[in-house]
């Protein structure tokens, strides 16, 4: 049987697109035996202090992040900014900066629903009333809650995704420049589920140069839903670029069984471990062999 990580270092709750509030979030994870635990809303800081008074409760490590949305090449990747101070001044103007591109990108991808019969002004009113900031994913789940679709993957599939009427291209800012604002909070930038992304072999390779070029610290080698070539592949592309290596479910939902905290294997001993210096706080955990 794989050894299981006690760490999760990408995590979602409602202040973003997770369905469980800051508070019931940490429960959750530490139902599921997580012990070191950060959490990692898109785009916005506004859950930590609630998850954080959550963990002292339970006996949890906590640890402050977030997860910024970069252009790289023309694509949309993410980073995660972890241990960072949410204060910093610097993160939350860029933070500032996302919300309102996220605000606006609403705006067109109701419009471009709209235009192709969806109902996209009644979605975005939902995604509103929600109060949280809004993604894809909410209006993912407005759009099945108005009949639209089935379930979310069929929203994404029919209506949100690359090519889809509500898939709008949205100028983020470079990977270069976010890198920049987590290292000016505190922070260790990492790449999230660098698999996940579709770049040929060669173009990882060149992302992961280029972030470590620019200040990054590691690259997310164990994810939820990966599978065992996928973790090998990452555990390559780390060593290949002297970067430490992460561990995250990026979990949203409990109703979703692909990605659930506290399942993910443990990190393999040729990497070492994002959190096992500063700025993380002390922790220890045994690696899997290399």
């Not at 609403?106 to 993604?135: F, H, Q």
């Not at 996940?196 to 070029?213: D, K, M, N, Q």
């Not at 939820?224 to 060593?239: F, K, T």
Request: some cysteine; charged content about 20%; glycine content about 12%.
């Amino acid at each position: 049987m794989t050894p299981r990580s006690v760490v999760d270092l990408h995590l979602h709750s409602s202040a973003s697109d997770g369905v469980l509030d800051p508070v019931s979030l940490v429960a959750h994870v530490a139902g599921c035996g997580v012990r070191l635990m950060a959490l990692t809303d898109h785009d916005t800081v506004a859950g930590l202090e609630d998850a954080a008074a959550a963990t002292r409760a339970l006996g949890i490590v906590f640890v402050a992040g977030v997860e910024l949305s970069v252009d790289w090449r023309g694509r949309t990747l993410h980073v995660l900014g972890l241990a960072i101070d949410p204060r910093a001044a610097v993160l939350v103007r860029g933070l500032r900066r996302l919300q309102e591109l996220r605000s606006l990108r609403a705006e067109r991808i109701a419009s471009g629903l709209a235009s192709a019969g969806a109902p996209g002004r009644e979605a975005l009113t939902m995604v509103r009333t929600v109060g949280r900031l809004p993604t894809r994913m909410h209006f993912a789940r407005a759009l099945v809650a108005l009949g639209a679709a089935p379930d979310v993957a069929t929203a994404f599939d029919r209506w949100l995704g690359r090519g889809r009427p509500g898939h709008v291209a949205t100028e983020w800012p470079s990977l270069a420049e976010a890198t920049g604002w987590v290292a000016a909070a505190g922070g260790a930038p990492v790449i999230a589920h660098p698999m996940r992304y579709p770049l040929s072999a060669g173009a990882r390779r060149e992302l992961c140069a280029e972030f470590a070029a620019s200040g990054g610290r590691a690259i997310e080698v164990i994810t939820g839903g990966g599978g065992i070539r996928d973790r090998d592949q990452a555990v390559s592309l780390a060593v290949r670029s002297g970067l430490d290596g992460s561990v995250g479910s990026d979990f949203h939902d409990p109703a979703i069984p692909w990605n659930p905290p506290g399942r993910l294997a443990k990190l393999p001993g040729s990497v070492r471990p994002v959190w096992s210096g500063p700025p993380f706080p002390a922790f220890e955990t045994d690696a899997e062999p290399a």
